[in-house]
């Protein structure tokens, strides 16, 4: 596997766990999140909460932006350069909630993309890798 630009990737199920030992090998610090079988927003934000660093934390499950803002700072506050973020279970949450599947994907992209922004990231760039499983 070569090496990658920021942003989210879409992968199979059945590769999602090689990609881990793939991209840890590449020197990425590799986050894990599951949404266990459920959908919609709160289920997201719980799956959030519960792997990556979020600053400030977030406390309530109502806004998007806020959970992009703190994903951001808890990120951009690391000191890894490379991260990974690998969604393993999302099928289900796509196929039982598409439109808030496609919010949580929309925040988790624009985090990646704007870590990567030199100048958003006030000089200190992120090379930041969402991966979804989707089939």
């Not at 959908?39 to 400030?56: M, Q, T």
């Not at 994907?105 to 890798?129: H, I, M, N, W, Y």
């Amino acid at each position: 596997m070569t090496d990658f630009n920021s942003g989210l990737t879409w992968v199979r199920d059945d590769e999602i766990y090689s990609l881990a030992s793939s991209v840890a090998r590449q020197g990425y610090r590799v986050y894990s999140m599951t949404t266990a079988g459920g959908s919609g927003r709160a289920a997201f934000f719980n799956a959030v909460r519960a792997a990556l660093p979020l600053d400030p934390p977030v406390v309530s499950s109502n806004s998007l932006d806020a959970l992009s803002d703190s994903l951001w700072g808890g990120i951009h506050s690391t000191d890894d350069q490379k991260i990974a973020i690998i969604w393993e279970d999302s099928l289900r949450f796509f196929e039982d909630s598409p439109e808030e599947f496609k919010d949580a994907c929309s925040v988790l992209a624009e985090v990646a993309e704007s870590l990567a922004d030199e100048t958003f990231a006030v000089g200190r760039p992120k090379q930041v890798r969402v991966f979804v499983s989707r089939e």
